[in-house]
Structure formats: C-alpha cells, structure tokens
C-alpha cells in the first residue's frame, strides 16, 4: 500500500525523530486507519513529522482532519 504504512513501519522511522511505539500507536488511533487487527497510518503523515512539516504538525496537535472543525 503505497499511502499507508504499518504502525510498526512507522515506528522505525519515526524513532529517528523521537517519537516512541506508544505515541505512534496513539497518533495511528487518532489519525490511522484499522484494517482488521492493524492499523495504518498516512505515508504523507509520517514523512511530514520526519520533515518538520509544520501542517503535519499542526494536524497532530490540532487534531484536525486539515479542514474546519464542525464545533
């Protein structure tokens, strides 16, 4: 799947950033998606945090989908 990536996936890469296992399974809970037992997270999402990419930040702060909260 060439948009999504497995926790574990993400979790190698992310830990060259700092972001532990549990907070990569916190942000695929939040922002993933679950296929069966498994949970994905966006390709797009964990390249961004890798980049420093302040909207991919933003988006994990902020918890938001990139549009407007329906609040």
Known sequence: MAGLMT???AARVLKRVGIGVEATYALARRHGVRIGRRFYLPRALVEGLM???LEAVRLVREGGEGGARGD
């Open 51 to 53: 980049a420093g990419d």
């Open 7 to 9: 926790v574990r996936e």
